[in-house]
């Protein structure tokens, strides 16, 4: 028997290392990307091959019926091995290219607060509507990706990206208080400067190497270091913290 966890974004960076982590865990992992197949398929291969059960289900999380369906997914997977659903990481975000508030174009906004935000929400909803015990539920857990660039506002670079992850701090808090009673513990984690591709799809691969002086630790952080407090938080180890939003940033 396995517990099914959700992984939005599983199929790279630090979604991907939570996956192998959760894995390790005994969880089944359910994992969703957006469009790289082959990568989420590497990464459900990696975890079969150390003994683990996953399964990767394609799925933008902007799109609400996209994220109902992956749900109905993981749902299966815990029918098939005698789980249910009994955690969620929301981990898929994105950013985009360098500018100034007044450069940003709807469209940019737009995609940037539906994936980041309303992602998010989507995806509790329907874990929430699994796991909480008001609704027959087992309890369960759910941890939020931020950034430090909540705290920071990222000016000149990405305020649009950086006012999501603010969003998302409060949605952590909000959450956290309306079902800590209903066995669900929300919390958050705000990373710094990650070594992953994601620099890269802001039109900066060296971003992480470059930014290294900045971080008091001298160095970028990798998405190991990331998942490992993301898979605190999920376990039982952390079984009295909820509400809470631990940053991951080298001191940052
Ligand atoms: P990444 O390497 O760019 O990976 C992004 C993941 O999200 C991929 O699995 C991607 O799927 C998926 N994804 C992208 N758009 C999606 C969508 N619309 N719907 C569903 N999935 C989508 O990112 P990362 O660096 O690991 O970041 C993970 C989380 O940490 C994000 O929330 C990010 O904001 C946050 N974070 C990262 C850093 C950092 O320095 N890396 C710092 C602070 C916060 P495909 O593989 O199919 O494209």
Same mark, same amino acid.
């Given at each position: 028997?396995?517990?099914?966890?959700?992984?939005?974004?599983?199929?790279?960076?630090?979604?991907?290392?939570?996956?192998?982590?959760?894995?390790?865990?005994?969880?089944?992992?359910?994992?969703?990307?957006? &469009?790289?197949?082959?990568?989420?398929?590497?990464? *459900?291969?990696?975890?079969?091959?150390?003994? #683990?059960?996953?399964?990767?289900?394609?799925?933008?999380?902007?799109?609400?019926?996209?994220?109902?369906?992956?749900?109905?997914?993981?749902?299966?997977?815990?029918?098939?091995?005698?789980?249910? *659903?009994?955690?969620?990481?929301?981990?898929? #975000?994105?950013?985009?290219?360098?500018?100034?508030?007044?450069?940003?174009?709807?469209?940019?906004?737009?995609?940037?607060?539906?994936?980041?935000?309303?992602?998010?929400?989507?995806?509790?909803? @329907?874990?929430?509507?699994?796991?909480? &015990?008001?609704?027959?539920?087992?309890?369960?857990?759910?941890?939020?990706?931020?950034?430090?660039?909540?705290?920071?506002?990222?000016?000149?670079?990405?305020?649009?990206?950086?006012?999501?992850?603010?969003?998302?701090?409060?949605?952590?808090? #909000?959450?956290?208080?309306?079902?800590?009673? @209903?066995?669900?513990?929300?919390?958050? *984690?705000?990373?710094?400067?990650?070594?992953?591709?994601?620099?890269?799809?802001?039109?900066?691969?060296?971003?992480?190497?470059?930014?290294?002086?900045?971080?008091?630790?001298?160095?970028?952080?990798?998405?190991?270091?990331?998942?490992?407090?993301?898979?605190?938080?999920?376990?039982?180890?952390?079984?009295?913290?909820?509400?809470?939003?631990?940053?991951?940033?080298?001191?940052?």
């Amino acid at each position: 028997m396995a517990d099914v966890v959700v992984i939005t974004g599983g199929s790279r960076g630090i979604g991907a290392a939570c996956a192998r982590l959760a894995a390790r865990a005994g969880k089944a992992v359910c994992l969703s990307y957006a &469009t790289n197949r082959a990568a989420a398929e590497a990464v *459900v291969a990696d975890i079969e091959a150390a003994g #683990g059960t996953a399964g990767a289900v394609k799925c933008d999380v902007a799109d609400n019926n996209q994220v109902v369906a992956l749900f109905e997914a993981a749902d299966a997977m815990g029918a098939a091995h005698g789980g249910a *659903v009994s955690g969620l990481i929301n981990n898929a #975000g994105v950013i985009d290219l360098r500018a100034r508030v007044d450069e940003m174009s709807p469209e940019r906004l737009e995609r940037i607060m539906r994936v980041n935000i309303l992602g998010s929400f989507f995806c509790a909803r @329907e874990a929430v509507s699994r796991m909480s &015990t008001r609704r027959g539920g087992k309890g369960g857990t759910i941890v939020n990706l931020s950034s430090a660039a909540a705290k920071l506002g990222a000016a000149g670079q990405y305020v649009d990206y950086a006012a999501s992850k603010g969003a998302i701090d409060t949605f952590t808090r #909000g959450l956290a208080l309306e079902t800590a009673e @209903e066995g669900i513990r929300v919390n958050g *984690v705000r990373p710094g400067i990650i070594d992953t591709d994601i620099h890269a799809s802001g039109g900066e691969p060296d971003r992480a190497r470059k930014l290294r002086g900045v971080v008091p630790m001298k160095r970028e952080g990798s998405a190991e270091e990331v998942a490992e407090a993301v898979l605190w938080l999920m376990s039982d180890a952390a079984s009295y913290v909820t509400g809470a939003t631990i940053d991951v940033t080298g001191g940052r």
